[in-house]
């Protein structure tokens, strides 16, 4: 299992016109430091009227390869941040006034989310659950108003009855992807991990449980702002192609103009631990393998911008970071299989 840290910044473009080059724009990163914030990695985010809401992630950078001190307690987030990016400001409120399945939903890290409207709805993550005593994958689907939310937390005002929660285990995912085409919502790969992460394997020491989902699952949400219900498809299932976690899927528009999404790259190839290359398109119809693709960077999970022009139907997908097989070593491609499991 991989977290990875986002770095705050703005994301100037610049020059979107378009012209023969291969990159038809250029892309300027302006950092910001906004006093008091600290680092946060692997979280979900909900955003509203240019104020963002940070819920869940790890602290401590990361994780260590101990089985004893892998994803501990002491680095779990427990609190929800409000940043104002554009006034430099942050807020933060303790999960402390939720009840005790929310609060441990919402410390974990690698949990999958996607935010439609108002709503933020957050499904699985891994972390250390009390209840349990161990460390788990939540089986858990979370809805959260964000508006209320941040307008709550920045007024200082309580904020618990714009959280709601059901249990299902078709949830229970980690390092997945939580995306919406049309009306149907889409959990694509991740993985169930219970128990301590250990580098040495699921037979070392505690011991732990790994489960790759290998699945495309798809359900709809049914939400008039009380109750809180889903409705599951059967799921697309694909041991060798599908087998992937801790990756980048984004929002696509496909040549016919459709919607769609692209997962990319992913860990770890079924029977080498190594990333994937190539990458999967999914459209409301099912999802196909494109083996004529060869992503050599960005294989973890990283910030990803995903730009669209209508006026020549092309599609162009930047990422920023992500750790890889291979780098750039002054111009030339350099391959390493130690890639960081």
Not at 75 to 101: C, E, F, M, R, Y
Request: proline share 7%; aromatic share 12%; glycine share 10%.
């Amino acid at each position: 299992m991989k977290p990875h840290r986002f770095p705050v910044f703005f994301l100037l473009l610049l020059a979107l016109g378009l012209s023969a080059q291969t990159s038809p724009f250029n892309i300027h990163l302006e950092p910001v430091s906004i006093p008091g914030l600290g680092g946060v990695q692997s979280f979900a985010f909900g955003q509203h009227a240019g104020k963002w809401l940070i819920v869940g992630g790890r602290l401590d950078g990361l994780h260590r390869r101990q089985p004893f001190a892998a994803f501990d307690i002491a680095g779990h987030n427990n609190q929800l941040i409000v940043i104002d990016p554009a006034n430099q400001q942050k807020w933060s409120a303790p999960l402390t006034a939720l009840s005790v399945p929310l609060q441990e939903q919402l410390s974990a890290t690698n949990m999958q989310f996607h935010q439609e409207g108002n709503f933020l709805y957050i499904a699985g993550g891994y972390g250390y659950s009390n209840t349990a005593g161990d460390h788990i994958t939540y089986d858990k689907l979370t809805a959260i108003d964000v508006p209320a939310v941040i307008n709550a937390i920045v007024a200082g005002q309580p904020y618990a009855t714009f959280f709601r929660q059901i249990t299902d285990p078709q949830f229970a995912v980690t390092g997945g992807h939580l995306s919406k085409i049309y009306d149907t919502y889409y959990l694509v790969g991740g993985q169930r991990f219970m128990g301590r992460y250990n580098p040495m394997g699921p037979t070392h020491g505690p011991g732990f449980v790994q489960e790759y989902t290998d699945q495309i699952r798809s359900f709809l949400i049914f939400d008039n702002g009380t109750s809180l219900a889903a409705g599951h498809f059967p799921p697309a299932t694909d041991p060798t192609n599908l087998h992937r976690r801790d990756y980048n899927v984004t929002a696509q528009i496909m040549p016919n103009g459709q919607e769609g999404l692209t997962a990319f790259s992913g860990v770890f190839q079924p029977t080498v631990d190594l990333p994937f290359l190539n990458c999967v398109n999914i459209d409301s119809s099912g999802y196909a393998v494109n083996n004529d693709f060869s992503q050599y960077y960005n294989h973890y999970h990283c910030a990803v911008l995903p730009l669209y022009s209508a006026q020549n139907n092309a599609m162009h997908t930047v990422f920023f970071g992500g750790i890889a097989q291979f780098y750039d070593s002054l111009g030339t491609l350099v391959q390493d299989n130690n890639v960081p499991l």
